[in-house]
């Protein structure tokens, strides 16, 4: 029995115009279309669609799916390794719901988690550039700048800079929250070790530096509600101690 593309839609949960689309771009034909111009898709239409929309779900691009769809693959084949795939998502993601629950049982007792389980679950650089994506994605087209093509990714590396990030941004909230002025100096502190941080890890940063980054962040919509997601007023609070830090700097 042949299926209308409204059928195919809602028997698929696609939209119609996704179905159009991937007939314009040759993924997904229809098994016939009418004198009128009717879309008719068969049961290999709909298993075809069936490994495309597995495929989406992993994240694949349109471009690698047709790819492997037009390989000499056979579905069972690729079945396989989509369950393959599959598997290994869910593993991480367990790792990931462990390390959340872990980090609100410290929170809750007021403890500082092990900073080695902090990111656990980031051991590879595929799992970095999906973290990076959102951001490298914003980045990209507002500003032109793919930050996953411009720097590599050195795991290690990656790891210790999350962890000194969180470090320093727990801190600032930690700050915040108890009422310090952003120029006090328990906060001058923070922003001092941190840089120096940064300075002695191959990222050379001058107060002046900092101080042009904070304002990004409050400039940067994105930014700005990155931070303040985690505590509100967090983005202007760092721009303050910035500021205050290189007025101290320059005298």
Do not use: C
Not at 116 to 131: D, I, T, V
Not at 184 to 204: M, P, R
Request: aromatic share 8%; charged share 25%.
């Amino acid at each position: 029995m042949l299926l209308t593309v409204k059928e195919m839609s809602k028997l698929a949960d696609v939209s119609i115009k996704t179905l159009h689309h991937y007939h314009k771009i040759g993924l997904l034909l229809p098994a016939q279309v009418t004198e009128a111009g009717y879309r008719l898709y068969g049961q290999k239409e709909l298993e075809r669609l069936q490994g495309i929309l597995f495929f989406r779900e992993l994240d694949f691009p349109l471009k690698m799916i047709h790819k492997i769809l037009d390989s000499n693959l056979d579905r069972i084949s690729i079945l396989k390794q989509q369950k393959k795939l599959f598997l290994k998502r869910i593993q991480k993601l367990h790792q990931l719901i462990n390390t959340i629950d872990e980090s609100i049982h410290s929170t809750v007792k007021g403890e500082h988690m092990d900073q080695s389980n902090l990111f656990r679950g980031f051991s590879s650089e595929a799992e970095w550039e999906e973290a990076l994506q959102e951001q490298n994605e914003h980045l990209t087209q507002a500003y032109q700048y793919d930050l996953l093509k411009e720097n590599s990714i050195q795991i290690e590396e990656m790891n210790e800079a999350a962890i000194e990030a969180q470090r320093f941004t727990s801190k600032m909230i930690a700050a915040l929250q108890n009422k310090l002025t952003a120029n006090d100096d328990q906060v001058q502190a923070i922003v001092k070790q941190h840089l120096h941080y940064l300075n002695t890890h191959g990222h050379q940063i001058k107060p002046s530096d900092y101080l042009q980054q904070t304002r990004f962040f409050i400039e940067d919509d994105f930014h700005r509600e990155m931070l303040e997601s985690q505590q509100p007023g967090l983005a202007y609070y760092l721009h303050v101690a910035a500021i205050s830090y290189a007025e101290t700097q320059q005298k």
